[in-house]
T-cell receptor
Framework: DGGITQSPKYLFRKEGQNVTLSCEQNLNHDAMYWYRQDPGQGLRLIYYSQIVNDFQKGDIAEGYSVSREKKESFPLTVTSAQKNPTAFYLC????????????FGPGTRLTVL | AQSVTQLGSHVSVSEGALVLLRCNYSSSVPPYLFWYVQYPNQGLQLLLKYTSAATLVKGINGFEAEFKKSETSFHLTKPSAHMSDAAEYFCAVSRPFYGNNRLAFGKGNQVVVIP
């Protein structure tokens, strides 16, 4: 079945450590996105990529980094510079044609202790 | 800049009653509009989308939404609520003239269904 996988489902890290969240898709979509979700805040865009080897900052990119070396993969690194990293992180992808909806992965809940 | 407004973070509805979730957007050009549903600790699932075809859009699970340009609204409705409709609902808008499918989301409505 085609879809988006995120791993792990739950992640615990100590303060000051970098952590990388995995996102893989087999939908053959060109575009991929990372969102952060906090209670009552909706979804906020961290980074997005429309094509391999290219990505753009979203609304809250500070303290995060990404790479897009393969079409199917878009890992997100939460660095120690992110002041409040505990959140639910969602990855999504979409086809390149305009009006195409975004398809979401199941999410990773990151807790920084 | 575009934004999406969803009023009322928590919405309570009796089982069998009408579900109405309001969404208003601001955009200088006709946007694409989406409603997504999220169950606890899961990703988002598309309910329906408007992409400048019919203004009344039917989606999954009996939901529908009507695009009203004059009111800049895209309200979501379902005639009769089921217990399984308890979830969080998000309205989102994209700006196709920027050449991508980047979305801006509202803050969501947490729907509680009362037996």
């Amino acid at each position: 079945d085609g879809g988006i996988t995120q791993s792990p489902k739950y992640l615990f890290r100590k303060e000051g450590q970098n952590v990388t969240l995995s996102c893989e898709q087999n939908l053959n979509h060109d575009a991929m996105y990372w969102y952060r979700q906090d209670p009552g805040q909706g979804l906020r865009l961290i980074y997005y990529s429309q094509i391999v080897n290219d990505f753009q900052k979203g609304d809250i990119a500070e303290g995060y980094s990404v790479s897009r070396e393969k079409k199917e993969s878009f890992p997100l690194t939460v660095t120690s510079a992110q002041k409040n990293p505990t959140a639910f992180y969602l990855c999504a992808s979409s086809p390149s044609g305009l009006g195409g909806e975004q398809f979401f992965g199941p999410g990773t809940r990151l807790t920084v202790l | 800049a575009q934004s999406v407004t969803q009023l009322g973070s928590h919405v309570s509805v009796s089982e069998g009653a009408l579900v109405l979730l309001r969404c208003n957007y601001s955009s200088s050009v006709p946007p694409y509009l989406f409603w997504y549903v999220q169950y606890p600790n899961q990703g988002l699932q598309l309910l329906l989308k408007y992409t400048s075809a019919a203004t009344l859009v039917k989606g999954i699970n009996g939901f529908e939404a009507e695009f009203k340009k004059s009111e800049t609204s895209f309200h979501l409705t379902k005639p009769s609520a089921h217990m399984s409709d308890a979830a969080e609902y998000f309205c989102a808008v994209s700006r196709p003239f920027y050449g991508n499918n980047r979305l801006a989301f509202g803050k969501g409505n947490q729907v509680v269904v009362i037996p």
